[in-house]
């Protein structure tokens, strides 16, 4: 069940800057330099769902990182600018809209994919 949301877990190959970690079973990046950042995130599902995707940051969701479950979309992707302070924490969720939502991630590296890159 995805209500609460499920974190995207990450392929263990990564290219990381060294500002940047991923721990939690590859599911939790931590920036440890404070400035402004972009970050774009792409998912590929091997079927349509009902679903929607969102970024979650600090523990909180970014509501313009959201992409609602209004229709059934097999891809998504999403790209935002924000300011971060050292050790903020940003994690990947699919969730549903309602009571019950799956999903299969496409295998290896095509499944997920985000890019954080400091800007300034």
């Known amino acids: 069940m995805l209500v609460a949301g499920t974190n995207i877990s990450f392929p263990s190959v990564q290219l990381l800057s060294p500002d940047i970690t991923l721990t939690s079973g590859n599911t939790l990046f931590t920036v440890n330099t404070a400035g402004i950042y972009r970050i774009s ?31 059934t979309l097999s891809q998504f992707y999403n790209e935002i600018e924000v300011g971060l ?7 990947l969720q699919m969730y549903a809209p309602l009571l019950v939502g799956t999903a299969t991630l496409l295998g290896n590296s095509l499944g997920a994919s985000m890019m954080i890159i400091r800007l300034s």
């Open 41 to 71: 995130y792409h998912v590929n599902n091997t079927a349509a769902v009902l679903l929607g995707t969102r970024l979650v940051i600090n523990g909180g969701v970014v509501a313009q990182s959201r992409i609602p479950p209004a229709l």
């Open 85 to 91: 302070t050292a050790g903020s924490t940003i994690q």
